[in-house]
């Protein structure tokens, strides 16, 4: 293994890289915004030289003396040409063949963006699908999309919890611009922390994601881009208030210091404090809140000499209290008279990105990311307390080149991670430091036509997980025009935060059983999984409209995973799986546009995920195996001034899911083994006024459908069936809102 290593890190040296243009075709729009086109035509003119631009819109095309005119074509865009006298970084902007078709394509391409070219199977969500709903933060952002599941996660705050192929997020890598993010202390609430107005695009990728990124991708990857503070508008407010007595206000405040230099100052802050019990249960159904969030971006950008760099810093307060309505923090904390909660988190963060491309060799380049962040929070329910501190630094260091031309490219570098826990829980204090230091290679080749494929290893040595090898390989057969085969195996490992996870156990009378084998972490091993899958995608034309035909099917295989038993009503169980544990997860997928700027997607999500329990092998609890969804959204015509109407439905079928047994307790605080389906409806209506203002009013589970024995002994908090756990489904009811948006 040492020796494989060690010709992985040197095969920069023994490269003969031709010389190559590489570059990026854009839309050219009134802000300069880096809208790529995927599939622009690039070759040379009298020649067979040629390629299309990547989903990204980037290419690259081998330079001969021979030739020196580039033309650049793409359909409903004028045909550019332009005169290269060597190899160098193209960045062309192509002009729309008319106003009105500009409009129309962006909007298409703005929203939701899929590729057949691309090796992994990655959907990128762009800001006009994020226009569709609120999306206050992150994790309202997937509302509008299939390939991410949006459940209730616990009674009392609210949270919405994310999933993929069948698996909670704790097995998703969830990064900001390919940093780290969502994890470990974070990673319970870390989606509420990112405010949707400063996400410029999400790249969400199914199964094991790139070994450059990390070893802990299981299911997935979900990766957010922000804003640039060169692209983004100067000035940008949104304001937003709901009737369960939300209010949100973010203003981005950007800067063009120099030809080179860009700043942004972000500021975000959110309150709800009314007192909200619409099923009568005595509860809140939101938690009472207050944030702060404050981030200052730094852009730095020489295309000529070849550098690019980000820096970015962050504070964050957060706030909530949580319980019965009538508690008071002042005069109720631990005692009887209330059942009542506080989660205060506070968080530090900062990341640099730095990147370098060879003037001489614009194929080759560097790069190098670092993130620090602290995240500190105290939180009690009811007598139970729970307090983390997590420290995290994070490096990674790589390069980019070629072998032989650039069809064959490969990535390598290093990479070096450090997390500190302190918890304290009930008393009882877990400390532990998590190092860990790896080496990667991933080769990638590409051949539009036929056949792409993406083929990496890395060995990481963790001082508890042990020293270990993953690989991981993604495939790409285009047998027909428009119509691409996909394929991909990958494995995963992670280290389980098991309270920090399960945040919501603490909610409830369950007595935490920790069942460890003598492993390093609390007890247990590591976790270990295999995720393989395959899926075909289909682009068409009907009746002169575009759409796309997709299925998809990937299963998941753990080796080892820290299983959580919530079977026994009393207690929650953490053991190391012993037995079977696995994921199926099938998706089709069609979406059309059926009349001119009216857009249908429908999709259909079959999961069956088990595991073995201490009672046997059971389907996921809190899971429905079926789910049907729909998305209408259409558009009226833009005016000369970008003045128009938006209108967006989405609709989720639920079919039912199974819930933990409750069995062992008395009639009046038992649940039925299954909770029947249902379905959700939201909605949007935007009116844009002009380019700089626009105004939008929505609803989510407009037919108010709620959960009402969302809390299992409401009536009793402080006795033996306490339990807010259990949620299946919304419990807050019909939710109505308004807002603003001002771009200057």
Same mark, same amino acid.
């Given at each position: 293994?040492?020796?494989?290593?060690?010709?992985?890190?040197?095969?920069?040296?023994?490269?003969?890289?031709?010389?190559?243009?590489?570059?990026?075709?854009?839309? =050219?729009?009134?802000?300069?915004?880096?809208?790529?086109?995927?599939?622009?035509?690039?070759?040379?003119?009298?020649?067979?030289?040629?390629?299309?631009?990547?989903?990204?819109?980037? #290419?690259?095309?081998? @330079?001969?003396?021979?030739?020196?005119?580039?033309?650049?074509?793409?359909?409903? #865009?004028?045909?550019?040409?332009?005169?290269?006298?060597?190899?160098?970084?193209?960045?062309?902007?192509?002009?729309?063949?008319?106003?009105?078709?500009?409009?129309?394509?962006?909007?298409?391409?703005?929203?939701?963006?899929?590729?057949? #070219?691309?090796?992994?199977?990655?959907?990128?969500?762009?800001?006009?699908?994020?226009?569709?709903?609120?999306?206050?933060?992150?994790?309202?952002?997937?509302?509008?999309?299939?390939?991410?599941?949006?459940?209730?996660?616990?009674?009392?705050?609210?949270?919405?919890?994310?999933?993929?192929?069948?698996?909670?997020?704790?097995?998703?890598?969830?990064?900001?611009?390919?940093?780290?993010?969502?994890?470990?202390?974070?990673?319970?609430?870390?989606?509420?922390?990112?405010?949707?107005?400063?996400?410029?695009?999400?790249?969400?990728?199914?199964?094991?994601?790139? /070994?450059?990124?990390?070893?802990?991708?299981?299911?997935?990857?979900?990766?957010?881009?922000?804003?640039?503070?060169?692209?983004?508008?100067?000035?940008?407010?949104?304001?937003?208030?709901?009737?369960?007595?939300?209010?949100?206000?973010?203003?981005?405040?950007?800067?063009?210091?120099?030809?080179?230099?860009?700043?942004?100052?972000?500021?975000?802050?959110?309150?709800?404090?009314?007192?909200?019990?619409?099923?009568?249960?005595?509860?809140?159904?939101?938690?009472?809140?207050?944030?702060?969030?404050?981030?200052?971006?730094?852009?730095?950008?020489?295309?000529?000499?070849?550098?690019?760099?980000?820096?970015?810093?962050?504070?964050?307060?957060?706030?909530?209290?949580?319980?019965?309505?009538?508690?008071?923090?002042?005069?109720?904390?631990?005692?009887?008279?209330?059942?009542?909660?506080?989660?205060?988190?506070?968080?530090?963060?900062?990341?640099?990105?730095?990147?370098?491309?060879?003037?001489?060799?614009?194929?080759?380049?560097?790069?190098?990311?670092?993130?620090?962040?602290?995240? =500190?929070?105290?939180?009690?329910?009811?007598?139970?307390?729970?307090?983390?501190?997590?420290?995290?630094?994070?490096?990674?260091?790589?390069?980019?080149s070629i072998i032989g031309n650039t069809k064959h490219k490969f990535t390598t570098g290093l990479s070096f991670a450090y997390d500190g826990y302190d918890e304290l829980v009930n008393g009882d204090t877990f400390a532990r430091s998590d190092?860990?230091?790896?080496?990667?290679?991933? @080769?990638?080749?590409?051949?539009?036509?036929?056949?792409?494929?993406?083929?990496?290893?890395? /060995?990481?040595?963790?001082?508890?997980?042990?020293?270990?090898?993953?690989?991981?390989?993604?495939?790409?057969?285009?047998?027909?025009?428009?119509?691409?085969?996909?394929?991909?195996?990958?494995?995963?490992?992670?280290?389980?935060?098991?309270?920090?996870?399960?945040?919501?156990?603490?909610?409830?009378?369950?007595?935490?059983?920790?069942?460890?084998?003598?492993?390093?972490?609390?007890?247990?091993?590591?976790?270990?999984?295999?995720?393989?899958?395959?899926?075909?995608?289909?682009?068409?034309?009907?009746?002169?409209?575009?759409?796309?035909?997709? /299925?998809?099917?990937?299963?998941?295989?753990?080796?080892?995973?820290?299983?959580?038993?919530?079977?026994?009503?009393?207690?929650?169980?953490?053991?190391?799986?012993?037995?079977?544990?696995?994921?199926?997860?099938?998706?089709?997928?069609?979406?059309?546009?059926?009349?001119?700027?009216?857009?249908?997607?429908?999709?259909?999500?079959?999961?069956?995920?088990?595991?073995?329990?201490?009672?046997?092998?059971?389907?996921?609890?809190?899971?429905?195996?079926?789910?049907? #969804?729909?998305?209408?959204?259409?558009?009226?015509?833009?005016?000369?001034?970008?003045?128009?109407?938006?209108?967006? @439905?989405?609709?989720?079928?639920?079919?039912?899911?199974?819930?933990?047994?409750?069995?062992?307790?008395?009639?009046?605080?038992?649940?039925?083994?299954?909770?029947?389906?249902?379905?959700?409806?939201?909605?949007?209506?935007?009116?844009?006024?002009?380019?700089?203002?626009?105004?939008?009013?929505?609803?989510?589970?407009?037919?108010?459908?709620?959960?009402?024995?969302?809390?299992?002994?409401?009536d009793d908090p402080f006795g033996p069936y306490f339990d807010t756990s259990i949620v299946y489904a919304p419990i807050f009811g019909r939710m109505l809102y308004t807002g603003f948006r001002l771009k200057l």
């Amino acid at each position: 293994m040492k020796n494989n290593l060690f010709l992985f890190l040197l095969v920069p040296m023994f490269i003969n890289a031709q010389d190559t243009i590489q570059g990026m075709v854009m839309e =050219a729009n009134a802000e300069n915004k880096h809208i790529g086109l995927a599939g622009a035509n690039v070759y040379w003119q009298d020649s067979p030289i040629g390629t299309m631009t990547l989903e990204d819109g980037t #290419f690259s095309i081998p @330079y001969s003396k021979d030739y020196n005119k580039l033309i650049i074509s793409f359909v409903g #865009f004028k045909t550019d040409t332009l005169t290269l006298d060597g190899p160098k970084m193209v960045h062309h902007w192509l002009q729309p063949s008319n106003q009105l078709d500009e409009v129309v394509v962006e909007q298409k391409r703005d929203a939701v963006q899929k590729t057949i #070219f691309s090796a992994q199977n990655m959907v990128t969500i762009n800001s006009a699908e994020l226009l569709k709903a609120a999306c206050c933060n992150l994790s309202e952002s997937f509302e509008t999309n299939p390939a991410i599941d949006v459940n209730f996660n616990d009674a009392l705050t609210g949270t919405k919890q994310i999933e993929m192929l069948g698996l909670t997020s704790p097995y998703l890598l969830i990064t900001q611009e390919n940093i780290p993010m969502v994890r470990g202390a974070s990673q319970a609430y870390g989606l509420t922390f990112t405010p949707g107005t400063w996400v410029e695009s999400i790249q969400i990728t199914k199964g094991a994601g790139s /070994v450059v990124n990390g070893y802990e991708s299981i299911s997935g990857q979900i990766n957010t881009e922000l804003q640039k503070p060169l692209t983004d508008h100067p000035i940008f407010v949104n304001g937003y208030a709901n009737m369960n007595g939300r209010l949100e206000l973010n203003t981005h405040l950007n800067t063009k210091l120099s030809d080179k230099w860009s700043t942004g100052l972000y500021l975000h802050g959110n309150r709800r404090d009314a007192d909200v019990d619409n099923n009568d249960d005595g509860f809140l159904d939101n938690p009472l809140s207050n944030q702060i969030n404050v981030m200052n971006r730094w852009q730095y950008q020489d295309l000529e000499k070849g550098w690019v760099s980000f820096f970015n810093v962050r504070f964050l307060d957060d706030e909530k209290q949580v319980g019965q309505t009538d508690f008071d923090p002042g005069t109720d904390k631990f005692t009887t008279n209330a059942w009542g909660s506080e989660i205060g988190t506070q968080r530090f963060d900062g990341s640099l990105k730095l990147g370098y491309v060879f003037p001489e060799m614009p194929f080759q380049s560097f790069g190098f990311q670092m993130s620090y962040s602290h995240h =500190a929070q105290d939180s009690y329910y009811g007598f139970n307390t729970y307090d983390i501190d997590h420290e995290s630094i994070y490096s990674n260091f790589l390069f980019n080149s070629i072998i032989g031309n650039t069809k064959h490219k490969f990535t390598t570098g290093l990479s070096f991670a450090y997390d500190g826990y302190d918890e304290l829980v009930n008393g009882d204090t877990f400390a532990r430091s998590d190092r860990s230091a790896g080496a990667f290679f991933e @080769y990638s080749y590409t051949n539009l036509e036929k056949f792409s494929l993406t083929a990496g290893a890395r /060995v990481d040595t963790h001082n508890r997980l042990g020293t270990f090898f993953t690989p991981r390989i993604h495939l790409r057969y285009t047998p027909w025009e428009n119509g691409s085969f996909r394929g991909s195996f990958g494995m995963g490992r992670r280290a389980a935060n098991i309270f920090a996870e399960n945040q919501k156990m603490f909610a409830s009378s369950r007595v935490i059983q920790l069942n460890g084998n003598g492993g390093d972490i609390y007890g247990f091993d590591g976790e270990k999984a295999v995720n393989y899958g395959f899926g075909f995608i289909q682009k068409f034309n009907l009746f002169e409209r575009p759409g796309d035909f997709s /299925v998809d099917f990937y299963r998941t295989d753990f080796e080892n995973q820290v299983v959580v038993d919530w079977e026994n009503p009393s207690e929650i169980s953490f053991s190391n799986l012993d037995g079977k544990s696995y994921a199926n997860s099938l998706q089709v997928e069609l979406n059309h546009e059926v009349l001119p700027n009216l857009e249908v997607r429908t999709a259909y999500k079959f999961y069956d995920v088990k595991t073995e329990y201490q009672t046997g092998l059971l389907q996921k609890p809190l899971q429905a195996k079926h789910r049907f #969804f729909t998305n209408v959204g259409y558009n009226t015509a833009s005016k000369e001034n970008g003045s128009q109407w938006r209108f967006d @439905y989405t609709f989720n079928l639920l079919g039912e899911q199974r819930l933990p047994s409750t069995s062992s307790n008395p009639v009046e605080y038992r649940l039925q083994d299954f909770a029947g389906g249902y379905s959700l409806m939201n909605a949007q209506v935007t009116k844009v006024f002009s380019d700089k203002f626009e105004v939008y009013v929505g609803g989510e589970n407009l037919t108010n459908f709620r959960q009402y024995n969302a809390i299992l002994g409401a009536d009793d908090p402080f006795g033996p069936y306490f339990d807010t756990s259990i949620v299946y489904a919304p419990i807050f009811g019909r939710m109505l809102y308004t807002g603003f948006r001002l771009k200057l």
